[in-house]
């Protein structure tokens, strides 16, 4: 792995820099926070398409005869039940049951891919390394793989004529293997908007060439180049976890609403399984929604009150576009999460008043 420190950029850095991108040093890498304005590129994923680089994402490649066994001990899900062309949303954790990382795990013919949050890139890959037992072979493939995401009402649209497999065939996380825009590609129904999409894998060396051609294909349909800042308010709409946010090394699965996704009953356990088990019995406090009612945005870190006692804390909050309010996650104590609870939330000083409500806040097939 490269271990360097210096800030990279992706192979469509230009492209971003002649679209007029706003960017940033963002997860070792200069990205674009936003183009036309996070309103403005929400609205647009939410109504007709959009295109995002996330080439910043880490993917690694596990093979040999013991990846499958290996997966399964690093991860809280059941790669053994996973078909090729499947996709696995999973975590991995620390032995007291705290997130190290949720990642997709995607199974091939003859090997595996975990893609993993970009901040925590080499953090993951040392973990995956240092427990690495048996005929397994780990690589770091993400200096070499762009990954664009293409989110939103039309994608099926554009990238069904752009590629020579049939994709309204891969259903949501499933993948093929195609060409798009005549390149190698891995095609994959998932993404992190809450909308329908792909995303798409290919060499970095070629992204130029495949961005061109979904950016053409999709001037019909009004696509438009989409930043990391409407990334992050679409996924808060669904409710979504973000690692060092929502989740991290102090948070548990079951309290971040993440129980369907561990399997604590498959062959062979997990690292961490018990804490986790344990948890399920002791839980104090869940990833509860919440509503802010009047002006302010409640950010990660706000302290959260009921009749005057502190009851939690706020991991993510900004606006909703679709429904023009200002909304978030918080980890709130039992009992106090229950939907409806009338709460307080320390912004800068003063208390807003918020109310608890069911999450996601926003549903495609509802709106």
Known sequence: MDSSTETKKTGLYDRHVALGAKIVPFAGYYMPIQYSGIIDEHMTVRQHVGMFDVSHMGEFEIRGADAEKFLNKM?????ARLDPGNIQYSAMLYDDGGVVDDLLVYRFEDHY?????AANLQKDFDWLAEHIFGDVQLRDVSDETALLAIQGPKAEQIVAELSDVPVEDITYY???LGKVAGQDCIISRTGYTGEDGFELY??????SEVWDAVMEAGKPHGIKPIGLGARDSLRL???YCLYGNDIDKTTNPIEAG???IVKSKKKGGFIG????LDKKTELTRKLTGFILNGKG???HGCEVYHNGEKVGYVTSGGLSPVLNKIVGLAYIDLPFNKVGTEIEIDVRGRRLAAELVAIPFYNRENS
Request: glycine content about 4%; cysteine-free; proline content about 3%.
């Open 174 to 176: 499933k993948f093929k």
């Open 75 to 79: 991860t809280t899900n059941n790669v």
């Open 202 to 207: 290919v060499k970095s060396t070629i992204a």
């Open 297 to 299: 945005i409640a950010r």
């Open 113 to 117: 891919m975990a893609v993993v949050n």
């Open 258 to 260: 993440l129980g369907w």
């Open 273 to 276: 399984k018990q804490p986790v």
């Open 237 to 239: 709409e669904v409710a």
